[in-house]
């Protein structure tokens, strides 16, 4: 088959089967490579870096115990590992499934006021409504109410802890966080190994070597921690005020911002993702995360840039497949991996979740508040992106529902009522 059949294998629209058969050892053994293996190493280890800090952070804020936070992990892990270890070779293209992080923050957020069975009940009620959208088509339709940059808004509001954090670890413990920044400023600003190391791979390294050289790890603080153990189950409580609170913008960060995104990047690199199958596997496998206390899956954007960025197209597949396989192993150790990042100083979890999301924190302010070429014209620039952001940064509560939730509301409204632009901004594909 040419490289244009084997593009246009997939429907990127409805529920679509490969229209070849999964490769066979022989053709597993001749895609494999150097490259390809090592990309899917590559994206584990970003993934278990400043993603898993994000995790820690807000496992922190919700007050949740080691063992609550090690079942997290190893639930975004092990099982999205699976996921993304058969879907890559059944569809024959990298196809990294994880968690989403703007979900994450929510959902720490959200723990101040909401007891933990409560927010796994909203993670199931959130996987069934991705499911429903997905399988029935109603996505594009539910997007067209919420214009991108009232749903990137929100998203940049809840990332903005992140950056002011970053600023705080680096003025509080300079070695440590410092260093970290340095390390990230140097490979982000190096043409050659920008596209080959991930910037915060790097921060992490160099986190660790100034933690050895300053003595800064606190073994104490993780003496009563396991390392190894079996994940904890979570009986769902459904209520009301949590699934007000959580279910949409939870849903709104899978389908708009995540798999959005996952897809560009593939699409961008000559593959044509199965939307469609993305989505309601998404959703389902959200479902079965769930009772491990982790948060919805989703097509993970920077993970397969990643995987795409080196090999031929064709064998890139195999990424994803390494990539899967290694996320199964770091679950399994989903305890001795939390143990370790408790030893270590605030400063440094801080500085490598803020260097993790300061290119997403970016690309959100620019999607929210960037104008687009019809209106660069106009005489007065959107009132709505604003009006959002004001509005999750500030952590109001009305009616038991929170902040994200109350600022998509306020945001549409603003957009219908003072811009007048709500659903008239084109969608992304």
Known sequence: MTETDDRSSFDSGDIASPRRRPPGLRA??????????????????FSATGPVAVILGAASVGGLTSTQTASWIFGVFVLNGVLTLVVSWVYRMPLAFFWTIPGTVLVGQSLTNLAWPEVVGAYVVTGVLIVALG???????????????????????AFLSFGTELVRSVTADVSIAGTMVVAWVI??????WRPRIPPVLVSLLAGLSALVITDGFSPDAASGLPMVGLPEFVVPVFTWQACGQLVIPLAITVIAVQNGQGAAVLRAAGHRPPITVITVLSGVWSVLVAPLGAVSTCLAGPTNALLTAVGRREHQYIAGMVCGALAVVVGLSAPALVRGLVSVPHTFVAALAGLAMLEALRGAFVAAFGEPADQAESAR????????????VSGVQVAGLGAPFWALICGVVTALVLDGTAGKRRQPD
Not at 35 to 42: F, H, Q, Y
Not at 187 to 192: E, L, N, T
């Open 28 to 45: 597993l053994k001749r895609s494999c490579s150097t490259e390809t293996v090592g990309a899917g190493a590559t994206g584990v280890l």
């Open 187 to 192: 490979v982000s600003s190096s043409a050659r």
């Open 135 to 157: 399988s029935t088509g109603l996505v594009a339709a539910v997007m067209r109410l919420l214009p991108v940059p009232i749903v990137m808004a929100m998203v940049a509001g």
């Open 381 to 392: 620039p959107a009132l709505a992106p604003l009006v959002t952001l004001l509005v999750t």
